[in-house]
């Protein structure tokens, strides 16, 4: 039972660089999603996608970008990474919005130097 | 914007003892509160998902109760074991796919 897959697990960039960090489920589910984790903050929603062809912004989406690539597969793009997105980030999915438990991956841990 | 709080932030108590886990929330407007377990290096594992229109749910030895008019939430661990150590959350989603964190307690059971 995979769930949802996150990679990579971690990363090191330097400030300037982009990269995307990469979410697969294999649940069939709507609804996918991707947070960051800061310490002292809890979780915090970057964007959505409430089913397939759309997303949303969260609470804190400035300096990313996503792409719903199909059902399975929702990725994190950062376009010119700064050390305020040093982060654990996590991808989740569910069945429908809100309504329906989250499922979550393992985390990517990013440094950015 | 909604703030949910838990406390305290860390707990220690001996195996076999009986815990409750705290965390309440500023708008009681809310379609349903979401009790997570994590572990260290690791993701989110729902534990309890209570709807706005429920008072509690259980799950073997947890029972998550839910008072939505005073903005709190409880969860209750029986018979405490090692493997119960981990980080719990609280979750509440208040609608528009928002689903607003606590910091969450760090449970340490000792043998």
């Known amino acids: 039972n995979a769930g949802v897959t996150q990679t990579p697990k971690f990363q090191v960039l330097k400030t300037g660089q982009s990269m995307t960090l990469q979410c697969a489920q294999d649940?069939?589910?709507?609804?996918m999603y991707w947070y960051r984790q800061d310490p002292g903050m809890g979780l915090r929603l970057i964007y959505y996608?409430?089913?397939?062809?759309?997303?949303d912004k969260g609470e804190v989406p400035n300096g990313y970008n996503v792409s719903r690539l199909n059902k399975r597969e929702f990725s994190l793009r950062l376009e010119s990474a700064a050390p305020s997105q040093t982060s654990v980030y996590f991808c989740?999915?569910?069945?429908?919005?809100?309504?329906?438990?989250?499922?979550f991956g393992d985390g990517t841990r990013l440094s950015i130097l | 914007k909604q703030e949910v709080t838990q406390i305290p932030a860390a707990l220690s108590v001996p195996e076999g003892e009986n815990l409750v886990l705290n965390c309440s929330f500023t708008?009681?407007?809310?379609?349903?509160l979401q009790w997570f377990r994590q572990d260290p290096g690791k993701g989110l594992t729902s534990l309890l998902l209570?709807?706005?229109?429920?008072r509690e749910q259980t799950s073997g030895r947890l029972n998550a109760s839910l008072d939505k008019s005073s903005g709190r939430s409880t969860l209750y661990i029986a018979a405490s074991q090692p493997g119960d150590s981990a980080t719990y959350l609280c979750?509440?989603?208040?609608?528009?796919?928002?689903?607003?964190f606590g910091t969450g307690t760090r449970l340490t059971v000792i043998p």
């Open positions: 989740a999915s569910s069945r429908g919005q809100g309504y329906e438990p989250q499922h």
């Open positions: 649940m069939n589910h709507n609804s």
């Open positions: 708008d009681s407007a809310i379609y349903n």
């Open positions: 209570i709807q706005s229109s429920q």
């Open positions: 979750a509440v989603y208040s609608g528009a796919n928002n689903l607003f």
């Open positions: 996608s409430a089913s397939e062809g759309t997303t």
